[in-house]
């Protein structure tokens, strides 16, 4: 199993609560009622199944844990030699055996159990049986506690173990404890690393990934290294020492000119030299870091003599063994400083770029090579003639360029640099940009409308030309007399005219005003053909009447008017009564209202034409009901619609 | 900022007022108020909305055309600032609204006084069909008889005459008498 990701083990209880669970499960899961009066098959089979249940259990859980650890001739040797460093490569198998022996154990104890079961002849006997085979699984268990303790840790340490993927592209960063490789890997990556004034801050491998080219990068922090014999380290160097080791990475080794680690340079290079072997066929770099403290020519004379001396070394390719490898030979040099970010991308950049191509070199050197050299191709286009055509540029696209080059160079103040240099007075006034406009005139408050006018609609370079022309004609008109008002002078009969039109409108609205009050009027109505009361005609009402409307009553005295029959008949006769024989066969009757008033038959058949055709027209325009049409005066009349019936229901009407 | 004007009513649109619409064609519609833009969304064509100005001068009812409308006109350039310009162009605004002011209300009182004409001859038909409300036909007819006695000797003339009712009809030409003072109110000069 090749994980890197060590996270999915299943967690291992303690030899207590192992005991407490599988118990407990057998407890629930399998039936736990039984009588002495079952039968003696019936009861066998309960207490077999309990033990069976029991040994299956426990078989499963440990088998589980065995196969979830990782087994270490399975995993990358990287990994294989760290877990070897952090958890002693022995014990590790030995604890799994030892499970795996107790798994041995539990199911032979199980079949034992089981077969004497199969001859238990009562429920005690048989009760005593499974309690001895639980009993005997439970000390198997219990004898694994350390064992189960131990491996529980290992599965903690191993689930925090760093993510590092042994084939991807790596750099690894080495040196003495303090050199500032922490503070590298913080600054190119976004790991938070803890960075410390002591030694041995970083106690185990970190691992950052950074971005170069589209690609993804592992970066590798490793504990410092002290300078003894590889038997002489621990383990936290040993972490450090494996991942040199079994990682094919571009490998950062770190020295510290100002010595701020608490280590000569001799020491350094000493170091640099004894881990030499662990650097080959791997690109080196070598690093010195914290040159804003002490830069290395500046150094006293025999450390600086020593750092030339191993820039020589490294720069004539005697420091590495890299025979696979000619370009590893040369080992660059490199300054940088952590603090002050100088020269930290440029090692990056250097590192990498070196990291690909020693991996290119190893792969076009194996047999994978050819399956991609088969899919590339370059397309070069075939000469035509000798003649050389080399790349062309017109002279118009030239100039463009370079004015585009001068317009990045030129450099101008910035209105944010203006405002921080005047901090607090500072005022934005956008209207010294204005430079077209003359200086009296650039803080002018423009108006923008007049009387509901956009002032900006009327600007206008001829206008002043309409104007003088509108103006002109405006005078002439104003000559001419268009704006003149028309005094209208009426003659006499207009007047006269205008005066009456007055007073017969005003009679109109008097006899309109009349009219509808009385339509108003709500008093009862005597019939038409009553004769009209002697009250409301007089003599004298007639001439008040007739002298409103002008005629001269003046000579009236002695007019037919005066002499009604009522004022003709004087007081002394008295009334005689009107014979009745002579007035119904005189017949006084009045006639018929369409025939009043109408000269003979023939006007009368006219009039009735025309009474009929005056009702027809509106009642064809109108719609309206004409005399055919049914006519229902009562909707609703009384005889019908009230009292109860005699016999039958009133439902209905 | 600038004022617009209403789309539908044509009245000035100060700013913070009114809605505008933009249709999916990007014409924009301004409102000045949701009575117009009510309006325009019940689809009222202003033209035939008798309260709007578009109405107004589609109708005649306003003067529409003349030199005096086209100084104020949307530009699209905006003319750099220039302060000698911008005063004379505030002092022309005034004249020509001045003068614009003035022709219009001119052309409204011209339509208002032909009012005046059909006035006269309302009149004129009223007293021809309705005199006999304040005037009976034989008012003066004393006075008349008594004048015919003293000049019988004179032929009377015969004119023809429509009258009130459009008929044709053959009279004696009436007698000139001068109008007595009662009958007929002296109104004096009138100022119209």
Same mark, same amino acid.
């Given at each position: 199993?090749?994980?890197?990701?060590?996270?999915?083990?299943?967690?291992?209880?303690?030899?207590?609560?192992?005991?407490?669970?599988?118990?407990?499960?057998?407890?629930?899961?399998?039936?736990?009622?039984?009588?002495?009066?079952?039968?003696?098959?019936?009861?066998?089979?309960?207490?077999?199944?309990?033990?069976?249940?029991?040994?299956?259990?426990?078989?499963?859980?440990?088998?589980?844990?065995?196969?979830?650890?990782?087994?270490?001739?399975?995993?990358?040797?990287?990994?294989?030699?760290?877990?070897?460093?952090?958890?002693?490569?022995?014990?590790?198998?030995?604890?799994?055996?030892?499970?795996?022996?107790?798994?041995?154990?539990?199911?032979?104890? $199980?079949?034992?159990?089981?077969?004497?079961?199969?001859?238990?002849?009562?429920?005690?006997?048989? +009760?005593?049986?499974?309690?001895?085979?639980?009993? !005997?699984?439970?000390?198997?268990?219990?004898?694994?506690?350390?064992?189960?303790?131990?491996?529980?840790?290992?599965?903690?340490?191993?689930?925090?173990?760093?993510?590092?993927?042994?084939?991807?592209?790596?750099?690894?960063?080495?040196?003495?404890?303090?050199?500032?490789?922490?503070?590298?890997?913080?600054?190119?990556?976004?790991?938070?690393?803890?960075?410390?004034?002591?030694?041995?801050?970083?106690?185990?491998?970190?691992?950052?990934?950074?971005?170069?080219?589209?690609?993804?990068?592992?970066?590798?922090?490793?504990?410092?290294?002290?300078?003894?014999?590889?038997?002489?380290?621990?383990?936290?160097?040993?972490?450090?020492?494996?991942?040199?080791?079994?990682?094919?990475?571009?490998?950062?080794?770190?020295?510290?000119?100002? %010595?701020?680690?608490?280590?000569?340079?001799?020491?350094?290079?000493?170091?640099?030299?004894?881990?030499?072997?662990?650097?080959?066929?791997?690109?080196?770099?070598?690093?010195?870091?914290?040159?804003?403290?002490?830069?290395?020519?500046?150094?006293?004379?025999?450390?600086?003599?020593?750092? %030339?001396?191993?820039?020589?070394?490294?720069?004539?390719?005697?420091?590495?063994?890299?025979?696979?490898?000619?370009?590893?030979?040369?080992?660059?040099?490199?300054?940088?400083?952590?603090?002050?970010?100088?020269?930290?991308?440029?090692?990056?950049?250097?590192?990498?770029?070196?990291?690909?191509?020693?991996?290119?070199?190893?792969?076009?050197?194996?047999?994978?090579?050819?399956?991609?050299?088969?899919?590339?191709?370059?397309?070069?286009?075939?000469?035509?003639?000798?003649? $050389?055509?080399?790349?062309?540029?017109?002279?118009?696209? $030239?100039?463009?360029?370079?004015?585009? $080059? %001068?317009?990045?160079?030129?450099?101008?103040?910035?209105?944010?640099?203006?405002?921080?240099?005047?901090?607090?007075?500072?005022?934005?006034?956008?209207?010294?940009?204005?430079?077209?406009?003359?200086?009296?005139?650039?803080?002018?408050?423009?108006?923008?409308?007049?009387?509901?006018?956009?002032?900006?609609?009327?600007?206008?370079?001829?206008?002043?030309?309409?104007?003088? %022309?509108?103006?002109?004609?405006?005078?002439?008109?104003?000559?001419?007399?268009?704006?003149?008002?028309?005094?209208?002078?009426?003659?006499?009969?207009?007047?006269?005219?205008?005066?009456?039109?007055?007073?017969?409108?005003?009679?109109?609205?008097?006899?309109?005003?009349?009219?509808?009050?009385?339509?108003?009027?709500?008093?009862?109505?005597?019939?038409?053909?009553?004769?009209?009361?002697?009250?409301?005609?007089?003599?004298?009402?007639?001439?008040?009447?007739?002298?409103?409307?002008?005629?001269?009553?003046?000579?009236?005295?002695?007019?037919?008017?005066?002499?009604?029959?009522?004022?003709? !008949?004087?007081?002394?006769?008295?009334?005689?009564?009107?014979?009745?024989?002579?007035?119904?066969?005189?017949?006084?009757?009045?006639?018929?209202?369409?025939?009043?008033?109408?000269?003979?038959?023939?006007?009368?058949?006219?009039?009735?034409?025309?009474?009929?055709?005056?009702?027809? +027209?509106?009642?064809?325009?109108?719609?309206?009901?004409?005399?055919?049409?049914?006519?229902?005066?009562?909707?609703?009349?009384?005889?019908?619609?009230?009292?109860?019936?005699?016999?039958?229901?009133?439902?209905?009407? | 900022?600038?004022?617009?004007?209403?789309?539908?009513?044509?009245?000035?649109?100060?700013?913070?007022?009114?809605?505008?619409?933009?249709?999916?064609?990007?014409?924009?519609?301004?409102?000045?108020?949701?009575?117009?833009?009510?309006?325009?969304?019940?689809?009222?064509?202003?033209?035939?909305?008798?309260?709007?100005?578009?109405?107004?001068?589609?109708?005649?009812?306003?003067?529409?055309?003349?030199?005096?409308?086209?100084?104020?006109?949307? !530009?699209?350039?905006?003319?750099?600032?220039?302060?000698?310009?911008?005063?004379?162009?505030?002092?022309?605004?005034?004249?020509?609204?001045?003068?614009?002011?003035?022709?219009?209300?001119?052309?409204?009182?011209?339509?208002?006084?032909?009012?005046?004409?059909?006035?006269?001859?309302?009149?004129?038909?009223?007293?021809?069909?309705?005199?006999?409300?304040?005037?009976?036909?034989?008012?003066?007819?004393?006075?008349?008889?008594?004048?015919?006695?003293?000049?019988?000797?004179?032929?009377?003339?015969?004119?023809?005459?429509?009258?009130?009712?459009?008929?044709?009809?053959?009279?004696?030409?009436?007698?000139?008498?001068?109008?007595?003072?009662?009958?007929?109110?002296?109104?004096?000069?009138?100022?119209?």
């Amino acid at each position: 199993m090749s994980l890197y990701n060590f996270k999915k083990i299943a967690v291992v209880p303690t030899a207590k609560d192992f005991i407490d669970i599988i118990l407990s499960k057998t407890q629930r899961k399998t039936p736990t009622v039984v009588h002495k009066h079952y039968k003696i098959t019936r009861i066998r089979a309960f207490y077999i199944r309990k033990v069976k249940f029991t040994q299956q259990n426990f078989h499963d859980r440990l088998s589980r844990i065995i196969q979830e650890f990782p087994k270490l001739d399975d995993v990358h040797p990287f990994y294989a030699d760290l877990m070897n460093v952090l958890y002693d490569k022995d014990h590790y198998k030995l604890g799994l055996g030892q499970l795996n022996t107790a798994r041995h154990l539990i199911d032979n104890v $199980a079949k034992d159990y089981v077969r004497l079961l199969k001859y238990g002849d009562s429920l005690y006997r048989c +009760k005593q049986l499974k309690r001895a085979a639980l009993g !005997r699984m439970a000390t198997i268990m219990k004898r694994q506690a350390a064992n189960l303790t131990y491996l529980e840790q290992v599965r903690q340490h191993l689930a925090r173990l760093p993510s590092i993927d042994p084939y991807t592209r790596t750099i690894i960063i080495c040196g003495f404890p303090n050199v500032g490789k922490s503070s590298f890997i913080n600054k190119i990556t976004r790991a938070d690393v803890e960075v410390q004034p002591y030694a041995f801050t970083t106690k185990s491998l970190y691992v950052g990934h950074t971005d170069y080219k589209y690609l993804r990068w592992q970066v590798i922090d490793t504990p410092g290294i002290l300078d003894h014999p590889l038997e002489e380290r621990n383990v936290i160097e040993m972490q450090a020492v494996t991942a040199l080791a079994h990682l094919r990475a571009a490998v950062l080794y770190f020295i510290d000119p100002s %010595e701020q680690c608490g280590h000569s340079i001799e020491e350094q290079i000493s170091l640099f030299e004894s881990i030499k072997p662990l650097f080959s066929n791997k690109p080196l770099i070598v690093v010195l870091n914290k040159v804003d403290v002490v830069r290395p020519e500046e150094l006293t004379e025999p450390k600086r003599q020593l750092i %030339e001396e191993l820039e020589q070394a490294c720069a004539q390719g005697n420091v590495v063994n890299a025979d696979s490898n000619s370009e590893l030979r040369t080992v660059p040099v490199m300054r940088m400083s952590t603090l002050t970010d100088e020269g930290v991308q440029e090692v990056k950049i250097e590192a990498c770029e070196r990291l690909l191509g020693h991996r290119v070199t190893e792969k076009m050197r194996s047999k994978k090579v050819d399956g991609i050299l088969n899919r590339l191709h370059v397309a070069v286009p075939a000469a035509r003639d000798a003649r $050389a055509r080399p790349p062309v540029l017109p002279p118009a696209a $030239a100039r463009r360029l370079q004015q585009r $080059a %001068e317009r990045l160079a030129r450099k101008r103040k910035l209105e944010r640099e203006i405002e921080l240099e005047q901090g607090d007075d500072y005022v934005l006034d956008l209207q010294k940009n204005y430079t077209e406009i003359p200086e009296e005139e650039r803080y002018d408050p423009i108006p923008e409308f007049w009387e509901g006018h956009n002032i900006a609609d009327y600007i206008d370079p001829d206008i002043f030309d309409k104007l003088a %022309e509108l103006e002109k004609e405006e005078e002439l008109r104003i000559a001419g007399g268009m704006y003149a008002v028309p005094k209208i002078e009426l003659d006499e009969t207009m007047r006269e005219i205008k005066d009456l039109a007055r007073q017969i409108r005003n009679k109109k609205a008097i006899l309109k005003d009349e009219s509808r009050l009385t339509k108003q009027s709500t008093k009862p109505v005597m019939p038409r053909t009553s004769r009209a009361r002697a009250k409301g005609r007089s003599a004298s009402q007639l001439r008040d009447q007739m002298e409103k409307l002008g005629v001269d009553m003046s000579e009236s005295e002695t007019a037919h008017f005066t002499r009604t029959r009522s004022r003709s !008949r004087s007081l002394s006769a008295p009334a005689s009564k009107r014979a009745r024989t002579s007035s119904a066969s005189r017949s006084v009757s009045r006639p018929p209202r369409d025939t009043q008033g109408v000269k003979d038959v023939a006007m009368q058949r006219k009039a009735k034409n025309l009474a009929h055709v005056a009702i027809a +027209k509106k009642t064809k325009k109108m719609g309206l009901k004409g005399e055919a049409d049914r006519f229902i005066g009562t909707k609703m009349p009384k005889h019908l619609f009230a009292g109860k019936r005699g016999v039958g229901k009133t439902d209905r009407r | 900022m600038r004022i617009e004007t209403c789309y539908f009513c044509s009245s000035r649109i100060y700013p913070g007022h009114g809605i505008q619409f933009v249709r999916n064609d990007c014409k924009i519609f301004r409102f000045c108020r949701s009575k117009c833009h009510a309006a325009f969304k019940k689809k009222k064509n202003p033209r035939k909305t008798k309260w709007t100005k578009a109405y107004r001068k589609t109708a005649g009812k306003d003067l529409a055309i003349d030199p005096s409308f086209e100084f104020e006109k949307r !530009r699209h350039v905006p003319v750099k600032y220039n302060r000698q310009l911008w005063e004379k162009t505030i002092e022309a605004m005034k004249k020509v609204e001045e003068i614009r002011q003035r022709r219009s209300n001119n052309h409204i009182m011209q339509r208002l006084r032909k009012g005046r004409e059909v006035e006269w001859q309302r009149d004129v038909r009223e007293v021809q069909r309705d005199i006999s409300l304040i005037r009976s036909p034989a008012a003066g007819l004393k006075q008349r008889q008594a004048e015919e006695e003293t000049e019988m000797e004179v032929e009377p003339e015969t004119i023809q005459v429509i009258d009130a009712k459009g008929r044709k009809q053959v009279i004696e030409a009436p007698v000139m008498v001068p109008a007595t003072g009662e009958m007929i109110e002296d109104c004096g000069d009138i100022e119209l």
